[in-house]
């Protein structure tokens, strides 16, 4: 995809969504860590599901720790990996309570170094959190940079790489939840919604839906 063609390509998204963001509910910096944290291989509807009771009884680092890893398990038991994630959950609220005050750090060495906390889900924290223009790339935002010509890569880093090359800089901010939002309900993996797609014009994809 031409520089000129991706320009227009997120000039569109943003005219369709100005202000995008993420579909986990959360209440504080802290509830959108253990969201993200949690939403690894499970949808955000089955998260928020979950954390709407995991959170009214352990909003706070501390509240959660107090909850323990069973009573964790218990609220988020309908979610994929539940047991490794509630262990992960009590683990990283003891480090921000005992190296952060209690508060989500804003930096990617800080955050990486959290139980359950990889690159994926320090960038969502950035964005979301701190307006860092980073792009988290999930397995949506995978299957959009390849299919569409976009970004093209062989993994989520190569992607990730090649949109940050190539997004102009005053799109960034809001990439990341274009790209999720555009590939969980318009560019599906099974059958992309071509038809009602508002880029499908500058998509190199050549198998399109009608």
């Known amino acids: 995809m031409h520089a000129d063609a991706v320009r227009e390509f997120f000039r569109r998204l943003e005219q369709a969504e100005p202000n995008p963001t993420t579909e986990l509910e959360y209440g504080s910096p802290f509830q959108l860590l253990v969201a993200v944290v949690l939403s690894a291989q499970a949808t955000d509807v089955s998260v928020n599901r979950a954390t709407r009771t995991l959170f009214a009884v352990a909003p706070t680092p501390q509240a959660m720790l107090t909850l323990g890893e069973a009573g964790v398990a218990d609220h988020i038991k309908s979610i994929g990996l539940y047991r ?8 990283l609220s003891h480090m921000l309570l005992e190296h ?8 990617r060495a800080a ?11 320090a960038n969502v924290v950035l964005n979301t959190l701190f307006d860092e223009p980073v792009i988290a790339v999930d397995t949506h935002i995978f299957r959009l940079g390849n299919r569409t010509g976009l970004a093209p890569g062989k993994d989520v880093v190569a ?4 949109l ?3 997004i102009p800089s005053e799109y960034l901010k809001h990439a990341h939840h274009w790209l999720i939002l555009h590939g969980r309900y318009v560019c599906t993996a099974r059958k992309p919604a071509c038809g009602a797609c508002v880029v499908r014009d500058l998509c190199d994809f050549r198998d399109k839906t009608s």
Do not use: D, F, Y
């Open 164 to 166: 940050m090359r190539r």
């Open 100 to 107: 952060h005050g209690g508060a989500v750090p804003n930096s």
């Open 111 to 121: 955050l990486e170094a959290l139980p359950g906390v990889g690159r994926k889900t």
């Open 84 to 91: 490794t994630k509630a262990r992960n959950t009590i683990a």
């Open 159 to 162: 992607v990730e790489q090649a």
